[in-house]
């Protein structure tokens, strides 16, 4: 989960509902025209949420544009971590997914069809990619890749191996290595073999699974982790605390690279100052040819200049006025007003960028008690919280858990969710609300007790605002109410993460998907066994045998289709348990200068995609 | 008659301010001759200072009103150009001021200031002013003055200070030296030798004084006239042997009285002049020294006293009170009458003072004691003891 | 005076060991995210967290840690590594320095350049129109945020952004080495904004310290003296009245090398300002302690350099 860019669209964008609300009656006819549509798994969720002002990335143009020319990027903010093994944020994926080559990728206009990048085709049954039903996944990599210089030679199967064992060395410390904890070995691994990973060839990889798990390992094998890495280049570098690959040197694969001594592939000062900029050149070993027709990255542009740092107010005028540039972070408010007042070509709105709810507490106090939770939901004012992050252009009214451009999405209900009374009205319903305080056993209808609610939410942005529609919302319930706003890190690293705080309610999280594999949007968040002391991302504690038992069977279900019915069917347990509340399916604003082709990432929150954004005059 | 190195006549200066026009000085006339001393007294607030300061030119000003004429060596100083004024100062008239401290620009060397004061009017070679620095030093009896000629006022103590300053008015040898205050922030010894100073170096060089005071007894032993000012006016005017022995009008006898004697054997208190100078902005009516006059009559209120001579010669007193009744409660005074006997004397001469009243004020006074030689020997007492000092340092004044 | 130096020096290294610590407590005190969660990532196993805290030397106290700080300073003139991009802080302080100096340099003259004569004129002509139209418009610059005029001065002039596309905006700064003309014209703005407020405030100050001086007896004195009265003014009056503005002009260097953040990072000047206000952001302590250290530093600096200047300026001055 990244919850980073999209909490801070919640916070900047938020604004943007005063101005552009009188354009959000038109957004919201036509998506509820379209929700409960998308049947198909391609694509299911985006291409139902028509939310474009320019080009919508899911129809955008991939293949035949104009080859050359230099993009200025703007990033008021740095980037985090460059090495593949560390790399988990949505401006570092821009950069890693330009420089590095992962088994799996989505094709810019997709969230949920993986196609092969250095593999030579996805792993099936019936390809026998997976075998041993669904323990066992195969897959077979390109044979002429090479790595840039100083390596500079063929990237082998061992090479993917090393990649994502190092995931496993403290001084890499991979982030999400819990999508291979069914590999053999896995769970012991410190940096070194996994028992569980076998390269029987140069161009063939093998990972033998605890549990059918192959569609969550293909899905997580599309991660910048599984980027191949070369050992005898970034061994010595791991051996620091943390390693040195990815913040000194590093060696791509991809169209690009970022430029870097070629004696020694050290970046850092030259192709990377930190705070300051970043420049993406290209990788004279890299072979176009290296590719499956399924995916062929163009790589139009010879250079991309990436400009940290900077005021977000002064960047978008730049990039809105200027060419050949592009936002890479969000849009500041008034920025994303003037590109959809003023240059409605050069701001697009990017569908299933994440969602937001509030986390309630499942395990203590009031909302142990699924009415009250219900209660809550029904009451809450979901309209007034999307018009607070930035209208209906950045956000669509959420009903349940898996949002659009997840597998499940559309089995789940679509737009529409599962149909119980209490996610029916998005203005909020007091006599649905009062029906299930009565059902909890407050014969008025009003909550009666004496217990006081902690609400804990952050201060940045419009967060403050949020948390007071839930906090009206609940007193107008009886509920009493104690109201704490914290910056977004402190909340979730000291209250709304550590279940011994007991926060009863949380309003401001999120949450993005790492993949389009549900699992990656509801373990984490509801799985009972997941709740660790800190750092616990489960922050309403949800631990319901039930639905424990649910997840499990649909992660270990192999095929595809049965899989998304079968985390549909979890999200219904969600939903009818009233977990948590959701608020919004968001939609994340992106904006580029007059004469920029860009390509937004749809699977990556909306990012550029620089081996796909072209210019008009290069 | 000779023409006088400096001749006021009628000088009037006022002020706008927020409040109203500040009647600063008032249309006073006075005259001073070369090698002569002329005292001017009086309260703060009475329009001594301003007038010397507008014979700089240092009045001028957008809010300035000046009229009148002062005549300086044959020209009119009030109608001089700023800059031919300005070549006047520090040369032909130079002007030393009260508190030697703040008057001397701290940053600066003692000898770079006295050098910047000769070559703003002569052209003289750095070197040939700073050796001449050193003499001005030596001059006013700074001893080792070529080693004090290089350091700052703030390594001098205050009467050196002042020394200073008058070496470095005197450094262009004026025909006019005005001294503003020359001894009030210096304690007493220091006071004596400043005066003596200052006199010697008038003996020496010729030059005309006006020594400007609120304390008559500084002035009692240089000054060779003295005129006092009251309310921008000047109220009583003679020599200084007139003014201090028969002084006519109540103001002067109120500043005689608060002169501290240290020959006066009993403990006896000063005896201040009751009640605050007047608003220059909206003066009293009639005779302006009516509200503290304790020997004025209703009319005094509404008639303005014309400086007029005493006795038909050059001692002039703007008084409303008739001569004879002048000098009976001045003798009064001086032997040591209560107020309320001299405040009834001053009300049962009220009517006969139409008449004149020159038989009657001898019959009356004659009964009263003799009065010995005169305030004037008395009060000059203490100033006498100081001046037997030579102009050398005084033993705080030793580094 | 050289003992007086050494003394100063030495409090003032003290002065830094105190103000280090200072920076230690604040930031356990006031509730920060972990470091080591940061840079693990949010989804990082406790395992590796804790990994990350004890190569970060988190895990002793608060003493030990400030400790082997300390030790890092003065023995190996080690200023830590950054958290995030685990670069050493003095080498980033080294790489950002140049731009906070032509940053500071440039609004400095800009500034006493404006600032000096316009108080100096507002005094001698005290109460005219001149005197009244240059205090309102230094009101103006002195009520004005610098953010806002930063932006202000972009949306009109910036040559990317601006309505009057004269001169460059942000994110043009190239260094003085590169190219001294673009070096030149790319922080005529950023200077203008620092030096606007600044400007005014020191043509307030002086004019008012100027207005002071001139009733001083020793001007009475200099005029006496028959002085040219522009002497007067500027080898009497200005040469005092200037005296307390040098001393505000050492100290307002000394914080804005600094680093002057909000120019800093509207114009997108990577300087001391940016490095840190990024560092703050991250949590990325080690770079906040340097920055917080170095801009300590130059205040400290500034002041010995103010008082020793002092001296010069004011003989009644004396250290011992």
């Known amino acids: 989960m990244r919850t980073y860019r999209k909490a801070i669209v919640g916070a900047i964008v938020a604004v943007l509902a005063l101005g552009v609300a009188a354009c959000g009656s038109s957004s919201n006819s036509s998506s509820s025209k379209s929700s409960g549509g998308g049947s198909t798994s391609n694509s299911a969720g985006a291409s139902s949420v028509p939310l474009k002002a320019g080009e919508n990335p899911v129809g955008q143009t991939l293949y035949g544009k104009k080859k050359g020319g230099t993009l200025t990027v703007y990033s008021s903010e740095d980037f985090e971590h460059l090495d593949p093994g560390e790399s988990y944020f949505e401006l570092d994926y821009a950069v890693m997914y330009a420089t590095q080559r992962p088994l799996f990728t989505y094709p810019p206009n997709s969230n949920d069809t993986l196609v092969p990048d250095l593999a030579t085709e996805m792993p099936t049954t019936s390809n026998g990619g997976i075998t041993d039903g669904g323990k066992t996944v195969t897959v077979h990599i390109q044979p002429n890749v090479k790595f840039s210089a100083p390596v500079s030679r063929v990237v082998t199967s061992k090479d993917v191996a090393f990649a994502i064992e190092r995931g496993a060395n403290p001084n890499v410390a991979n982030p999400y290595m819990e999508y291979f904890a069914s590999v053999k070995g896995a769970s012991s691994a410190k940096g070194g073999p996994w028992s569980g990973i076998s390269t029987p060839n140069n161009t063939t990889i093998v990972f033998h699974l605890n549990a059918p798990q192959a569609q969550l390992i293909i899905g997580a094998l599309s991660l910048p982790l599984s980027a191949p890495v070369p050992q005898e280049f970034a061994g010595p570098m791991d051996k620091h605390a943390p390693t040195t690959y990815g913040t000194q040197a590093e060696v791509a694969t991809g169209p690009y690279m970022i430029e870097s001594n070629p004696k020694t592939g050290v970046f850092a000062g030259l192709g990377y100052q930190t705070g300051k900029s970043l420049t993406l050149v290209r990788n004279p070993n890299w072979d176009p040819s290296t590719y499956t027709s399924a995916f062929k990255p163009p790589a139009y542009l010879d250079r991309i200049n990436v400009d940290i740092g900077g005021d977000p107010s002064v960047i978008g005028p730049q990039v809105l006025k200027g060419s050949d540039s592009v936002q890479l972070d969000t849009p500041a408010n008034s920025v994303v007003k003037l590109a959809y007042d003023s240059y409605p070509s050069q701001i697009t709105f990017t569908p299933g960028s994440g969602d937001h709810y509030v986390a309630l507490d499942n395990a203590h106090g009031l909302f142990t008690n699924v009415n009250v939770r219900r209660a809550v939901w029904a009451n809450l004012d979901r309209a007034a919280i999307i018009k607070e992050r930035g209208g209906t252009l950045t956000g669509e009214p959420a009903t349940h858990f898996i949002y659009p451009g997840n597998q499940g999405f559309a089995q789940a209900g679509g737009l529409a969710g599962p149909q119980v009374p209490w996610n029916k009205d998005v203005n909020g319903s007091l006599s649905v609300a009062e029906q299930y305080m009565k059902a909890a056993g407050y014969k008025t209808g009003k909550y009666t007790g004496n217990q006081t609610v902690q609400i804990v939410g952050a201060n940045n942005g419009n967060d403050p605002a949020i948390i007071q529609i839930l906090n009206s919302d609940m007193t107008a319930l009886g509920i009493k109410t104690h109201v704490s706003e914290v910056d977004q890190s402190v909340m979730y690293s000291k209250y709304c993460g550590v279940p011994k705080q007991n926060i009863d309610a949380c309003p401001t999280v999120g949450w993005i998907r790492d993949f389009a594999d549900p699992l990656t949007t509801l373990y984490e968040t509801f799985y009972g066994p997941a709740i660790v002391p800190t750092n616990n991302s489960n922050w309403g504690q949800v631990n319901d045998p039930q639905i424990n038992a649910a997840m499990v069977q649909a992660e270990n279900t192999v095929d595809p289709t049965a899989a998304a019915q079968a985390w549909a069917n979890v999200d219904k347990m969600l939903v009818n348990d009233a977990v948590a509340i959701p608020e919004d399916f968001d939609n994340q604003a992106n904006i580029e200068s007059g004469d920029v082709v860009g390509s937004d990432d749809l699977w990556d929150t909306g990012s550029w995609d620089f081996m796909f954004t072209s210019l008009k005059n290069p | 008659m000779t023409e006088a190195l400096l001749q006021v006549d009628d000088l009037r200066v006022s002020f706008d301010s927020e409040d109203g026009v500040v009647h600063a000085v008032d249309g006073i006339s006075y005259a001073v001759d070369t090698g002569k001393t002329l005292g001017i007294v009086g309260e703060s607030g009475s329009g001594k200072s301003v007038s010397s300061l507008t014979t700089l030119g240092l009045t001028r000003g957008p809010r300035a009103k000046i009229e009148g004429r002062m005549m300086f060596n044959g020209r009119d100083l009030l109608t001089l150009p700023d800059e031919d004024l300005r070549k006047v100062r520090g040369d032909d008239i130079a002007m030393i001021f009260q508190d030697p401290l703040s008057a001397l620009h701290p940053f600066y060397k003692v000898g770079v200031q006295l050098i910047e004061a000769m070559q703003s009017h002569r052209s003289i070679s750095k070197s040939a002013a700073h050796t001449r620095a050193a003499e001005m030093l030596e001059l006013v009896g700074i001893p080792d003055p070529k080693r004090r000629v290089d350091q700052y006022p703030h390594e001098f103590s205050g009467g050196m200070r002042q020394r200073a300053m008058i070496a470095m008015a005197l450094s262009n040898e004026p025909k006019l030296l005005i001294a503003d205050e020359p001894t009030t922030a210096l304690d007493v010894t220091v006071q004596a030798q400043i005066l003596a100073l200052l006199q010697d170096l008038q003996d020496r060089l010729g030059m005309a004084i006006i020594i400007i005071t609120h304390d008559l007894g500084v002035v009692a032993e240089i000054a060779d006239d003295i005129a006092v000012m009251y309310a921008g006016r000047i109220v009583e005017r003679g020599t200084t042997e007139e003014i201090f022995h028969s002084p006519q009008h109540p103001y002067t006898w109120g500043l005689l009285s608060s002169i501290p004697r240290l020959d006066n054997p009993r403990d006896e208190e000063l005896v201040p002049i009751s009640g605050r100078p007047p608003s220059l902005i909206n003066r009293p009516s009639g005779c302006h020294f009516h509200p503290r006059c304790p020997y004025a009559r209703d009319a005094h209120k509404r008639v303005d006293p014309p400086l007029e001579a005493v006795n038909g010669g050059t001692h002039l007193a703007a008084c409303l009170l008739e001569g004879t009744v002048r000098t009976r409660i001045w003798d009064g005074i001086r032997t040591g009458r209560d107020l309320e006997s001299l405040k009834r004397l001053a009300a049962t001469s009220a009517q006969p003072v139409v008449e004149g009243d020159a038989a009657t004020a001898p019959e009356s006074e004659g009964t009263q004691p003799e009065p010995g030689e005169g305030s004037l020997v008395e009060s000059e007492q203490p100033a006498r003891e100081h001046s037997t000092e030579t102009p050398f340092m005084g033993p705080e004044e030793m580094p | ?320």
Do not use: C
């Open chain 3, 1 to 320: 005076m050289a003992r007086y130096i050494v003394r100063r020096i030495l409090w003032g290294i003290l002065l830094l060991v105190l103000v280090s610590a200072l920076t230690f407590l604040i930031f356990d005190v006031f509730p920060s995210a972990n470091p080591a969660q940061l840079r693990a990532g949010r989804n990082a196993s406790p395992a590796i967290i804790h990994h990350i805290t004890v190569e970060l030397g988190l895990n002793h106290s608060l003493p030990v840690q400030f400790w082997d700080y300390m030790k890092g300073i003065f023995l190996h003139f080690n200023f830590g590594y950054s958290y995030y991009s685990q670069q050493s802080v003095l080498s980033l302080i080294v790489n950002r320095l140049p731009a906070t100096l032509s940053l500071t340099v440039g609004a400095v003259v800009l500034w006493v350049l404006a600032g000096i004569p316009v108080g100096i004129i507002s005094a001698i002509k005290r109460g005219s129109f001149l005197d009244r139209a240059a205090m309102g418009v230094a009101l103006t610059f002195v009520s004005m945020p610098v953010f806002w005029l930063a932006l202000i001065l972009l949306y009109f002039f910036a040559s990317d952004i601006g309505k009057f596309p004269i001169l460059p905006g942000a994110n043009t700064y190239v260094g003085l080495t590169s190219d001294p003309g673009k070096w030149f014209t790319s922080l005529i703005l950023p200077w203008l904004v620092l030096a606007a407020t600044q400007a005014a405030i020191y043509s307030r100050l002086l004019r008012g310290n100027l207005l002071e001086v001139m009733g001083e007896d020793y001007i009475r004195t200099a005029r006496a003296k028959g002085l040219p009265e522009r002497r007067v003014i500027w080898r009497h009056g200005v040469r005092s009245a200037i005296t307390p503005v040098v001393t505000v002009l050492g100290l307002d260097i000394g914080g804005l090398l600094g680093g002057a953040v909000l120019t800093e990072t509207v114009f997108e000047i990577h300087g001391i300002g940016l490095l840190n206000y990024d560092a703050i952001l991250h949590s990325d302590f080690p770079i906040v302690q340097g920055t917080t250290l170095l801009a300590a530093m130059f205040i400290i600096v500034a002041n010995i350099v103010v008082d020793i200047g002092y001296a010069y300026l004011d003989p009644r001055v004396k250290y011992s």
